[in-house]
């Protein structure tokens, strides 16, 4: 290994650790994305039309964070106390900054940047970072990735500056500053050189101080000896100049993918009509789609959230049969549950979070024993289920058990296992039509629709069953014939020797 | 076009027993069969059976016909069954050869006639049943026409039960029937079919 012999910016001093050689290494391409309204954007209502300030708690004194055009135009700036804000604009919006807000917009744009390139990282709290080195041939270059990176912010309604650079940081700062591209390693430290400090993003007393110092941009930093800088403004500092001038590889965690999808979308006005809040979801869904296709996911659960502006938000949790991934199928579904919810107020906003992602399975599980069933088949089911609830639609099947009540289930449609090829079906006939309750002959429903006397055909058949559980019977089947001619399966008890009628031969 | 063509092809109404080629599934009861066109129960139409009393062999009219709707489907159809009266019997519907796989059973919760129509609607049109059979107190002219033209269009036979008293008022359904049962057989009166003029007959055994 050799020392580098690199264009020292930093005189004199030999630095006191030997730096190892910086091995021939591809080239990268960061491409960071800077949002810098995105504490207002990321509330519901920063984006209204009257002056609107965020403003959050700094060393117990509220002060503007962001301000809209609105604002602006009156003087408030960020980083003004509230209080003087109040006094430019006297009916002035505030609105506490949500750091979880922006983190999720940030999150959700992050997300969507995988479509592009699998090196994804958010950076700061306003900024994104990608790599797009090894995108660019698929892409056809930059700047066919900075218009799809245009179109999608465009649709989010997030104002955005981008800039590329080879090193994380450098891209990062010169987002920050509106700075175009630094395409070259070696134009690296020229075009920082230019920059503020305040590009940095380091904390404001540390920036006094070298104001104070007589630093004013990156370059006078530069200039400085390394090892006064390092004291003054610490190590980690100065090994962040060198990593942004990709003198030193900066180490980052690569950012995992989401196990979940979680998005909102804002609504232009208060709205209760179910046509807006469809659309809304349907363009939520448009975002989870792509997603779960990259992931080779589908979910089985899905939440829908309305928020309303006064009070808590109406949700509402779709259970799927089958685990989906189709936009179809989720938007129908979506559709029929929003057009069926009663909402207490007009929502100003959608959100939509999935459950867990889970791999894409490859065989559907068989609902029907053996046949493989249709898309169209569980999209009836699912819809069915939902307007006639969960219990509303059943299946049926025999059971092994003599006592005729119990010798057929009904597994609820959730893809549950068979319960076996039945071998205990009878020889004997059995009515098609059974009684979900034994009817006593003697009460008013039955004496109403067959008159006694019932003439008995076919018994008795004597069914005693059941001493191991709680349903202990025993009973004398007959079949009957009512006085107008209707079938009828009854049984005696033989316990109180009461008539019962429990089917009918349909 | 032809005269046989032309005959054949149901454009033309003939008087008494006229040849027509319309798909049906054979309902296993040869004396009904001779009456019904087609030889048999109507694959795509709307069929209305009419009765004021269940146990009169109203399902052993069907079960054959059923069961080899579900053998034939491939992949494998549904056969709904919409607000029965009571519970369609496993081991007895099993003991008729019927697949319990394909059966499914709905209970539409609230919304009384709208929601029951809506479900056989939705269950023809999803193209995934061999059939439907419901359970329904009244309908009016529209909602039936409705259900005629998804059940022609999809191939999908819908049964709909109805008290006798609905055969006073008119209904575009392919085929209205009433059950009745008399002595030790049960009567069938083919109130309405296509080519064919209404006739009655009576099946033994049957219930």
Redesign the interface.
Known sequence: MQPLSSPSLFRTDPSPTPREAQEPRRRDLWLAVHLPNLPLEALPGGTARAPTVVAEPVRGQWRVVAANGRARSLGIVPDLPLSSAFALAHALNVLPRSAPAERAVLEALAEWAYSITPLVGVETEASLALEVERSLKLFGGLDPIKALLAEELGRRRLTFHASAAPTVSAAVWLARQRQPDALTPESLPARLGALPIAATGWPPDLRTMLEDMGVRTIGDCLRLPRSGLARRIGRERVRELEQALGLEPTLRTERQPTQRFRDRVELDAETAASDVLVGAAAVLIDRLVPVLRRRQAEIATLSLELEHLHRASTSTVLDFVRPCHERERLLDLVTDRIERLTLPAPAIAVALETGDFRPLSIEPPA???G????P??I???E??RE???AA????????ADHR?ER????PG?RGAL?PGA?D???SV????????EPLPLDSPEARA?YRPPLALQRGPERIESGWWDDGDVGRDYFVA??A?????WVFRDHRDGVWYLH???? | MGLEELLRSMRVWRGGSADLVQPAVPSGFAELDRYLPGGGWPRGALIEICLD????????LL?AALARLVREAE????IVWVAP????????????GID??????????SGGRK?AL??IE??VR????AAVLAWVRSADEVDLRRLQLAAEERGCPIVLFRPVAALASRSPAALRMRL?????A?RVAIVKCRGRQPTEIGLAGL?
């Open positions: 609902l029907f024993g046949g493989a069933e249709t169209r088949a999209a009836l089911l819809r069915l307007r006639c609830g509303g639609v059943l299946g049926i099947a025999a059971a005729p010798a057929w289930t009904s449609r068979r039945c205990g079906i009878p006939e059995r009515p098609l039509w059974l009684l979900p629709q014939t009512a107008r001619g209707e079938r009828l089917g009918l031969f349909g | 009393h269940y146990g009169i062999g109203e399902l052993r079960l992949p494998k159809k549904w009266p009571f519970v369609p019997y496993a081991p007895a519907l099993a003991q008729h319990l796989d394909c059966q499914l059973l709905v209970h539409p919760r929601s809506w479900t939705q269950a999803s193209g995934s049943c009745t049962r008399e002595a030790a049960t219930a």
